[in-house]
């Protein structure tokens, strides 16, 4: 199977009055999610990973510090990181479901412990990357961050939430103020709805 661009799960303008612009998605979604899914496509064609599910070629094609698959895998994991990244939003976000604020309170003390701590993980990336809260191989949650395209699959560990901290994230309406969009977007945008369903 070939990689698909998604369709947003809600209106290019939607985020505009949370802190997300219509402008920002057009570039995001629309030209830099797009360039991940058509490389990616070029690159497998005629390789063993053509047809492969997305998930089996991010795994099959991360190797930390080696280049020999680095296309695939940069591209491959990208397309799977914004999938994510869109779903983890939703205009003026949402209600925390109880299950999830009592395994982020038993994980970090409080839940202003976790947002604190989820924001200087990204905010304390250097350069590229996303700032995660994933549900570790032992089940106890964690906050990590990942450089370039890395994403959590590439540990064993599951996804629950991520933030994209790469530049075309948040340039246009945050500038230089990673900490600020980190912020808005813990405050403002997730869906925690969705990200409690990955539990």
């Not at 940069?74 to 397309?79: G, I, R």
């Not at 990204?122 to 191989?137: E, I, T």
């Not at 075309?168 to 709805?193: C, G, M, Q």
Request: proline residues 4%; negative net charge.
């Amino acid at each position: 199977m070939s990689f698909e661009l998604p369709d947003l799960p809600y209106a290019h303008d939607a985020l505009a009055a949370h802190g997300m612009s219509k402008e920002t998605l057009e570039y995001h979604h629309d030209i830099h999610h797009k360039a991940y899914v058509d490389n990616g496509n070029k690159l497998i064609a005629g390789t063993e990973w053509e047809g492969k599910p997305l998930e089996e070629i991010v795994r099959g094609t991360y190797q930390a510090g080696a280049v020999a698959q680095s296309g695939i895998f940069n591209n491959a994991s990208q397309h799977w990181n914004h999938a994510q990244f869109w779903e983890m939003m939703a205009p003026g976000g949402t209600a925390m479901p109880g299950v999830l604020e009592k395994a982020i309170t038993e994980s970090f003390g409080t839940l202003d412990k976790f947002k604190d701590d989820f924001a200087a993980a990204g905010a304390g990336q250097f350069g590229s990357g996303w700032a995660w809260l994933v549900k570790d191989s032992d089940g106890s949650l964690k906050v990590t961050k990942t450089e370039n395209g890395v994403n959590p699959l590439c540990f064993g560990q599951t996804a629950l939430l991520g933030c994209d901290v790469w530049e075309h994230s948040y340039y246009i309406d945050f500038r230089n103020k990673r900490p600020a969009y980190l912020t808005n977007f813990l405050d403002n945008l997730v869906n925690w709805e969705n990200v409690a369903s990955r539990m």
